[in-house]
């Protein structure tokens, strides 16, 4: 009989993948690239430096599932928690929560991803007090972290005049000019710097900016990394907790939540949406300038035609808004506040004064606060960040520090520009847009306007009418160029619906995409279009309200499909196709029920589109194994559930994990599987008719066990190569054995207890006739030695034997030659009696 071909050996999806090609994995032996990445990763662990263990501490502990902000100051006695990791919240969640009950934190961090852009242009005096103070960043590395969440709740209007307030709304500070330049390459591309030329030029400038796949897998690589190395710690972490299998059942894993922060982290600057365009631009002087009125006139006018000023495809006409920082330390607070008034007079109320000292802070002041790090780094920063500590040889913590003041004065100020600057600006803009623009094209009479001017070229806008190549009649997009006019009728539209999403206006913003998506269809705009297909599904996933299966059939899985076939065939955009996939798969997943089969349906499309690299690869195969462990049973028969399904893609991550050499991670997968198909002994109770059953696929059986050998051995393999470091510093002598033999000791007892009673004893010499003392002395017989190891009594024993044996036997030999047959003679009846008895009756 032909046996099935499910009998086959198991394998992941593209294990035909050279894993030697790839840049993300880290190689320890390599020569080092000139580049982040590859300089990164070429340097080797220092479990020591605890400012590293810091740098890492979001993927290697416990934390709670409430996501954080950076904007908390801890003490400077209290180490940071991480660079990466956000600190605790002290609010409350978000008042629009998912239906099904599940956790929010994906949902949350995608809100928080799309935020106010404003863009900071400082004076070169402002610079100096901020390095003075210890901040090489300046201004921007001042003040950045504590936009990633505004103090207090932020009351937003939303289109129809309902106000609703968040108290996890935040803002992202940037460079003016950090999303230009850089172009996004695919993870499975060589790093820049292996080909010829100098690769600093290519993304050193430019470290602020995302949509780098491969960087992102780089800096997952690393904690995965660390936390390999990590894992015979004390600490109760993600991997050693017990119960992180059972209770991790659809949730994420740190490494996930990681992966997806960095991929929505820095958004570059892009003509087809305005997420990353500037919304604001806060001009800052300092009461040191000379001439400030002017010095402000200079940054202004750089921002129109200077250096500051954006492409012609970003809108220019963005809030301007002035900061006076105040120097407590060697400035008069009288001639400060003047000039503030001054400033007022000229420019309008959208002004601040920053009052800051200028006296370097250290942890050791009574009033000193950590800088609390943004959430929000880009991967390249993380890397550069990594990089900096590993090199650094400082034991204390290298974040600078700064007054309880400063950082209180800083706080006050970003909640005073949001919610009085920002906000408004932000409400009255699309109110004015959604009632000039989008409510004329959303009526019949706008409608009918919409073909006349498609078919006929009327109301066409006359500015484009002498050029010849357009996306169609009567369009408004520049196909030369490839982008709309900042002032055209469709990049205004565009413009309101990235504004209503930002405010959290969902129902505004998902009608306006829906209607820019036959416009930009029209025009053969194709990554307009698809952009507009992306946002649209995002934003009707985001409304609170119930979808039936249809509806998301019809509209959502189309509209995905759409969206990610023209990133990829039409306009080579490999990030913006995954981070719409992305988004996608987690909304619906949030749905529940039968959504979290189109979400692992979509996240398989991810690993087959190879939109990811290796890390990638196995993060989204463990992530289709959440989806399906997701879906609850209907009735007394659980049916509807792919708890199976669920354990075969856990398995396949298992094994994805094992390729990468990252055996925690892949015990991790392994018994999750286990669970999953109720191979655990420890089962809960309510749980027991769901998943104690038998594991009717030997192969799978079998396929399991060659993992679980294969994690073995390449833990094994890793504490052979890395060691503990006790050995490596041994150059105390004797001192050291001393410690290495109790290690062995130690050693042996686990090797013993495994194999005593599966292997015969063999190669013993026997014990017949010897003479054994007591046991006692310390060389007595223990489970403590090895098999092929002899009691050190019983062989001094044995020496003292030998001699005395051999003349015995010498002595007998003499007696038999001389012939002693008077004695042998006496003793034949005795012994020979029976024998001759025997053989009469035998005759």
Known sequence: MTPSRDDAPLHTPHSSIDSSRSHVLPKRNSSPAPSIASSVSSLPYRRSTATLSSVFASTSTLRPNTPGSGTSTPHAPIVAGSVFSPPPRTGTASPTLSSTG??????????????????????????????????????????????DLVQGKV??????????????????????????????????????????????????????????????????????????????????????????????????????????????????????????????????????????????????????????RLPQWVNNDYLRYYVLVHDEDHDDIAKSTALYEQMKRHFGLHCHLLRLRSTQCVSSDDDAVRLPMSDWLSASEELAEIQKREISEDVEDPTPCLFDSDATAIRTFVRELVTQSIIPTMEKNAMIWNEQIASKRKGISGRFMS???????????????????????????????????????????????????????????????????????????????????????????????????????????????????????????????????TIGLELLKLRGHSACDDAARWAA???????????????????????????????????????????????????????????????????????????????????????????????????????????????????????PEEGAEGEEGEAQEGAGGAKEEEEIVEEVSETLGQEKRSHRQSLIGAVVPPLAGENALSPLRTRDEEPAFLAEQQQQEKPKEAAAAQEELFEKAEGGQGAAGEMAPVEEEPAAEKDGGQE
């Open 102 to 147: 599940v956790s929010d934190e994906i949902r949350t961090l995608i809100l928080r991803s799309f935020v106010p852009h404003i863009g900071i242009v400082p004076s070169p005096d402002t610079e100096d007090i901020c390095r003075e103070k210890g901040f090489a960043g300046g201004f921007l590395e001042l003040i950045r972290p504590y936009g």
């Open 155 to 308: 009351t937003i209007r939303d289109s129809v005049g309902a106000s609703r307030s968040w108290d996890d709304f935040g803002v992202r500070f940037t460079g003016l000019k950090d999303g230009l330049g850089v172009r996004p390459r695919r993870s499975t591309e060589t790093r820049p710097g292996s080909a010829n030329g100098d690769p600093r030029g290519e993304f050193l400038p430019f470290v602020r900016v995302g949509g780098d796949v491969g960087l992102v897998e780089d800096a997952v690589d690393r904690h995965l990394s660390f936390a390999e190395l990590q894992m015979g710690g004390a600490a109760d972490d993600y991997f050693n907790s017990k119960r992180a299998g059972a209770e991790a059942f659809g949730s994420s894993s740190p490494f996930y939540r990681l992966y997806l922060r960095r991929l929505l982290s820095g958004l570059p600057i892009s003509p087809h949406e305005t997420f990353s365009h500037p919304v604001a631009c806060i001009i800052a002087i300092s009461s040191r300038c000379p001439n400030p009125i002017e010095q402000l006139r200079q940054l202004y006018q750089s921002t129109n035609t200077g250096e500051y």
């Open 451 to 581: 073909l006349s001017k498609r078919w006929t070229g009327f109301g066409s806008s006359s500015r484009n009418s002498g050029i010849s190549l357009q996306g169609g009649s009567g369009s408004n997009y520049d196909s030369l160029q490839g982008f709309y006019r900042p002032d055209a009728p469709e990049a205004l539209m565009r413009k309101l619906a990235d504004y209503a999403f930002m405010l959290r206006d969902f129902r505004l913003a998902a009608s306006t995409y829906d209607l820019l998506r036959s416009d930009f269809n029209n025009d053969k705009a194709w990554k307009y279009y698809a952009g507009a297909n992306e946002m649209t599904v995002i934003s009707t996933l985001l409304v609170p309200q119930s979808m039936s299966s249809k509806t998301r059939i019809e509209n959502i899985d189309q509209m995905l499909e759409t969206a990610s076939y023209s990133y990829l065939a039409r306009c080579e955009a490999p990030y913006n196709a995954l981070r719409g996939l």
């Open 605 to 723: 499309r991810i690993i087959e589109s190879r939109l990811v690299g290796p890390v990638g690869h196995a993060l989204f195969t463990e992530r289709i194994s959440d989806c399906y462990s997701s879906m609850r049973g209907v009735g007394t028969m659980s049916w509807g559930m792919r708890r199976r399904k669920a354990g075969l893609w856990a398995v396949l991550a298992a094994d994805a994990w094992i390729k990468l050499d990252k055996s925690v991670q892949a015990e991790k997968c392994l018994d999750v599987a286990a669970e999953l198909y109720g191979l655990n002994e420890d089962a809960d109770a309510e749980d027991e008719k769901q998943t104690r059953r038998t594991l009717e696929f030997g192969s799978m059986r079998a396929f399991m066990d060659e993992l679980r050998q294969a994690v073995v051995a390449s833990r094994l393999a890793s504490r052979v190569g890395f060691g």
